[in-house]
């Protein structure tokens, strides 16, 4: 039986990665003491045998982008030194690694965006996960770490995050007053959560050193957001937006699938309004 470790596991992607792993029949190790942050550097001291840990999914990290503009030495902290520990603990015991980065194109040059396309940090968030990516192809090209690198654009399916899009947006059509957003032209990827979790599980049977998107292929504004949000809840809520255009706003974002489907003969499932159906019958439960 494979031994998995996940940084992380107690997160929206590291829980439902946990389950969907264990469903798949494997071993699944996480830490034990909730108190120790990832960039410590006895993180996994306490774990028994390391060497019979096969693969290590690192999801660990802080993720608030507004918040990275504040507190930007926070996510260098946790999310470059974090890495750097999960990756040397890889290192050490010949674990192969799968590194959960993020949307790390800035504002595209061209749509939709395949790996080749340049990367800029356009936020301290977006810098401290691309020197992620740097550490791991450094220890693959210098100490023969096995990794893959995968770079989700726009995760959605949980309502936990009240801070996201669409968990905002889904909160106001319940209360029924209004929906006020920003702006309503911005259009992203947007990739269901299960979808993330199915590609993730299905990851570890393959490590190429590479860097892959992980998307739908499919764009959505703000506007269209809501529109099949009410859809699909069955509301008819007035629209208020501000016309509040954000400082480097990137208008948007569409993911090239091509490399994830060729290596790995995958492709997602949902689309936005198949994904916010599986939200709703989660949020009447």
Same mark, same amino acid.
């Given at each position: 039986?494979?031994?998995?470790?996940?940084?992380?596991?107690?997160?929206?992607?590291?829980?439902?990665?946990?389950?969907?792993?264990?469903?798949?029949?494997?071993?699944?190790?996480?830490?034990?003491?909730?108190?120790?942050?990832?960039?410590?550097?006895?993180?996994?001291?306490?774990?028994?045998?390391?060497?019979?840990?096969?693969?290590?999914?690192?999801?660990?990290?802080?993720?608030?982008?507004?918040?990275?503009?504040?507190?930007?030495?926070?996510?260098?902290?946790?999310?470059?030194?974090?890495?750097?520990?999960?990756?040397?603990?890889?290192?050490?015991?010949?674990?192969?690694?799968?590194?959960?980065?993020?949307?790390?194109?800035?504002?595209?040059?061209?749509?939709?965006?395949?790996?080749?396309?340049?990367?800029?940090?356009?936020?301290?968030?977006?810098?401290?996960?691309?020197?992620?990516?740097?550490?791991?192809?450094?220890?693959?090209?210098?100490?023969?770490?096995?990794?893959?690198?995968?770079?989700?654009?726009?995760?959605?399916?949980?309502?936990?995050?009240?801070?996201?899009?669409?968990?905002?947006?889904?909160?106001?059509?319940?209360?029924?007053?209004?929906?006020?957003?920003?702006?309503?032209?911005?259009?992203?990827?947007?990739?269901?959560?299960?979808?993330?979790?199915?590609?993730?599980?299905?990851?570890? !049977?393959?490590?190429?050193?590479?860097?892959? !998107?992980?998307?739908?292929?499919?764009?959505?504004?703000?506007?269209?957001?809501?529109?099949?949000?009410?859809?699909?809840?069955?509301?008819?809520?007035?629209?208020?937006?501000?016309?509040?255009?954000?400082?480097?706003?990137?208008?948007?974002?569409?993911?090239?699938?091509?490399?994830?489907? !060729?290596?790995?003969?995958?492709?997602?499932?949902?689309?936005?309004?198949?994904?916010?159906?599986?939200?709703?019958?989660?949020?009447?439960?």
């Amino acid at each position: 039986m494979k031994k998995i470790f996940i940084t992380g596991s107690s997160g929206d992607i590291g829980s439902r990665l946990k389950r969907g792993l264990e469903y798949q029949g494997y071993e699944v190790l996480e830490s034990e003491n909730k108190l120790l942050r990832i960039e410590d550097k006895n993180y996994f001291d306490a774990i028994n045998n390391p060497e019979s840990i096969d693969v290590l999914y690192h999801l660990a990290a802080i993720s608030f982008v507004p918040l990275s503009w504040e507190k930007p030495s926070d996510f260098i902290k946790t999310n470059v030194l974090g890495t750097s520990n999960v990756i040397e603990f890889c290192r050490v015991n010949e674990i192969k690694l799968i590194y959960i980065s993020s949307y790390a194109y800035g504002i595209p040059q061209y749509l939709p965006i395949d790996e080749n396309h340049p990367v800029l940090s356009v936020n301290p968030y977006a810098l401290s996960k691309n020197m992620g990516e740097q550490l791991c192809e450094f220890y693959g090209k210098n100490f023969n770490l096995e990794y893959n690198i995968i770079r989700p654009f726009n995760v959605f399916g949980s309502l936990r995050n009240k801070s996201m899009l669409i968990p905002e947006i889904i909160d106001q059509l319940i209360e029924g007053k209004s929906i006020k957003v920003k702006d309503l032209v911005p259009k992203r990827d947007y990739i269901f959560i299960d979808d993330v979790i199915d590609f993730l599980v299905l990851s570890q !049977n393959k490590f190429t050193n590479d860097v892959y !998107n992980l998307g739908s292929g499919q764009s959505y504004s703000v506007k269209e957001i809501i529109d099949t949000c009410q859809k699909v809840w069955g509301t008819d809520v007035e629209i208020l937006s501000e016309q509040v255009t954000r400082k480097n706003e990137i208008p948007e974002t569409i993911s090239n699938m091509s490399k994830v489907k !060729n290596v790995f003969s995958w492709r997602p499932k949902y689309n936005l309004e198949d994904g916010l159906i599986v939200m709703k019958k989660n949020y009447e439960k």
